[in-house]
C-alpha cells in the first residue's frame, strides 16, 4: 500500500509529479488557451464580477490559500484576503452578496472551515470550495467548487493535497483573468508553464539523497528559520509548519524582509536559516538578506535556481531546483522542504506518518 516507500509521507512526496497531471487532466486546455473547471462553470460570470474575493482556510491550506492570493491578484486584479477559518467565522466578517469566499479544505471536514463556509452562506456571498476528499461536507455544502483529484493523503502532513490546491489555484486565477486582464498570449505562456511542472517536479524528486545529507548535518539543531519573499512567503511557512510537525524542532517562517524587525536577534552559528532564493523579481533582495545572515554567522542552507552562482558563495549547502516563472516557483520550491523536514524527523526517530497530538483531520474546534 506504501507503493515500495518507507512511509506514506514519502510515497506521498513521491507521487507530486503524477497528482500534478491528475489535477491539470482534462482542465488545461493548452490549445485552446483556456482552462476548463466544470465546477465552477456556471458561476464564472459571477466570480469574476466580484468585488472582493475573501479565502478561508487553516494550516497548510491556508498556505495555499497566500498563494491564490498573490496569483489572484497578480493576474485577476481583484483583491483578495485570506483568513484563518478560525478567525474569520467569530469576528462577526464584513461579507455579503458582492464577495466571494473560497473555502481551502484537503479533508473537507475540518470543523473552522465548515463553520467559516455557514458563516459566509448566512451572510450571502457566493461560496465555492477546494477540496480533496469527494463528497465531504465542505465540499456539499458549498454552492460550487473543484475537487483537487489528488487522491487519498493518508500522512498526517499535508503534502501531494498542498500542490494540487495551488494547481487549482493557479487555473482558477487563469479562468478569472481570461478575456478581462491578460492576453490570449500570456494564457498560453502561462498554461505552458504549468504544464511543464510534472516534469520539474521530477527533476526535483532526484536530489533526494543530496536532502537526505544535509538533513544528517542538521538533524539536531534546536531551531530553524525559514525565509522567502513573494510567492515563497507562503512557502518558507510551509516549509516551516512541516518540520515542527513531523520532526518536533522548532521552526518559523518569516517574509524575509521582516528579518530584521526582530528574528534577526536569533541569530548565531547554531542557527539554521534556510533561504529560498530563486531567480524571481525578488532575486536581489533576497541575496541581501542572505549577506545578513552570513555576517551574523547564521548557517545558511538556500534553495536557488539551476545556473545560479551567486547563492553558492553565500550559503553553506545549496540545493539547485529548475527554473521557472515567480508564480510558478512556489510548487517546485516546497518538494526540497518537504523532502528536508521527512529525512530531519526520519533520522531523528520521529513517526512521520502518525506525528504526536495531531489528526489527520481536525473536526472539533
Ligand atoms: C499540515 C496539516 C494541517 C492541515 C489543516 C487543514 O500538514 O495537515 O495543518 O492542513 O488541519 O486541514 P484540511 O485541509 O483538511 O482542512
Known amino acids: 500500500e506504501k507503493g515500495g516507500f518507507e512511509h506514506f509521507m514519502l510515497k506521498e512526496i513521491f507521487e507530486q509529479p503524477s497528482v500534478m497531471h491528475d489535477v491539470m487532466r482534462g482542465r488545461v486546455r493548452l490549445e485552446e488557451g483556456r482552462v476548463c473547471l466544470g465546477g465552477i ?36 486584479r481583484i483583491p483578495v484576503e485570506v483568513d484563518y477559518a478560525s478567525e474569520f467565522r467569530y469576528r ?31 451572510k450571502g ?37 498542498f500542490t494540487a490546491q495551488v494547481i487549482m489555484l493557479y487555473m482558477l486565477a487563469m479562468a478569472l483573468s481570461k478575456g478581462r486582464t491578460i492576453s490570449h498570449d500570456e494564457i498560453i505562456l502561462n498554461l505552458t508553464e504549468l504544464a511543464d511542472l510534472p516534469a520539474k517536479a521530477d527533476r526535483i524528486l532526484n536530489l533526494d539523497g543530496q536532502i537526505r545529507d544535509i538533513a544528517e548535518r542538521f538533524k539536531d539543531a534546536k531551531n530553524f528559520l525559514y525565509l522567502g519573499r513573494g510567492y515563497n512567503f507562503p512557502v518558507a511557512l510551509e516549509g516551516a509548519l512541516k518540520l515542527k510537525e513531523i520532526s518536533y524542532i522548532h521552526a518559523e517562517g518569516y517574509p524575509a524582509a521582516e ?10 552559528e547554531d542557527m539554521p536559516v534556510i533561504f529560498i532564493a530563486t531567480r524571481d523579481s525578488t532575486y536581489a533582495k533576497i541575496l541581501s538578506n542572505i549577506e545578513e545572515v552570513r555576517s551574523r554567522k547564521g548557517r545558511v542552507i538556500a534553495i536557488a535556481s539551476e545556473g545560479d552562482k551567486e547563492v553558492a558563495r553565500l550559503a553553506e549547502h545549496v540545493i539547485y531546483i529548475p527554473q521557472a516563472s515567480g508564480p510558478i516557483t512556489p510548487l517546485l520550491t516546497v518538494i526540497p522542504l518537504q523532502l528536508l523536514a521527512y529525512h530531519i524527523a526520519t533520522l531523528r526517530g520521529c513517526n512521520v506518518d502518525r506525528p504526536r497530538n495531531l489528526a489527520k483531520s481536525v473536526t472539533v474546534e
Open 125 to 161: 456571498a457566493l461560496v465555492m470550495g477546494i477540496c480533496n476528499v469527494v463528497g465531504s461536507t465542505i465540499a456539499r455544502e458549498t454552492l460550487c467548487g473543484m475537487y483537487t483529484h489528488a487522491g487519498p493523503e493518508v500522512g498526517v502532513a499535508s503534502t501531494k493535497a
Open 259 to 268: 528579518m530584521k524587525h526582530g528574528p534577526i536577534a536569533l541569530i548565531d
Open 41 to 76: 462553470e456556471d458561476y464564472l460570470d459571477r466570480l469574476k464580477q466580484a468585488k472582493r474575493i475573501v479565502i478561508c482556510a487553516c494550516g497548510t491550506s491556508w498556505h495555499a490559500g497566500l498563494i491564490g492570493e498573490y496569483l489572484i491578484e497578480e493576474f485577476a
Open 92 to 122: 462577526n466578517p464584513i461579507v455579503g452578496k458582492d464577495d466571494v469566499v473560497i473555502v481551502i479544505s484537503q479533508s473537507g471536514e475540518t470543523a473552522d472551515t465548515l463553520a467559516a463556509l455557514r458563516t459566509a452562506k448566512e
